[in-house]
Nanobody, 123 residues
């Protein structure tokens, strides 16, 4: 188990950029697959992106592919989500999550979750 805290959310115009950060505590951080999810009002939490423990493999949901970039710095116990060309439909609370068990997009496969950070994209 690790403790996760997201930051970097805010209000941005369509076409703009934001970089989210997820700071983790715990010495086992480097062993976890890290994922980003998001949840818009009235909708279920959906998968956005994931990255393996060593950063060798990355994956993105089709809705963000080509616009978002996930990365991690294990020395800093931090995972990032660079979001470019933002659209109003990207508006949501963004959550960082850690999975010890699998490299997966499934919510139930993630063991630890942050509190979320709000991203609002205006048109």
């Amino acid at each position: 188990q690790v403790q996760l805290v997201e930051s970097g959310g805010g209000l941005v115009q369509a076409g703009g950029s934001l970089r989210l950060s997820c700071a983790a505590s715990g010495r086992t951080f480097g062993s976890y697959t890290m994922g980003w999810f998001r949840q818009a009002p009235g909708k279920e939490r959906e998968y956005v992106s994931r990255i393996t423990w060593n950063g060798a493999s990355k994956h993105y949901a089709d809705s963000v592919k080509g616009r978002f970039t996930i990365s991690r710095d294990n020395a800093k116990n931090t995972v990032y989500l660079q979001m470019n060309s933002l659209k109003p439909e990207d508006t949501a609370v963004y959550f960082c999550a850690a999975s010890r068990g699998a490299y997966t997009s499934g919510r139930l496969d993630y063991d630890c979750w942050g509190q979320g950070t709000q991203v609002t994209v205006s048109s």
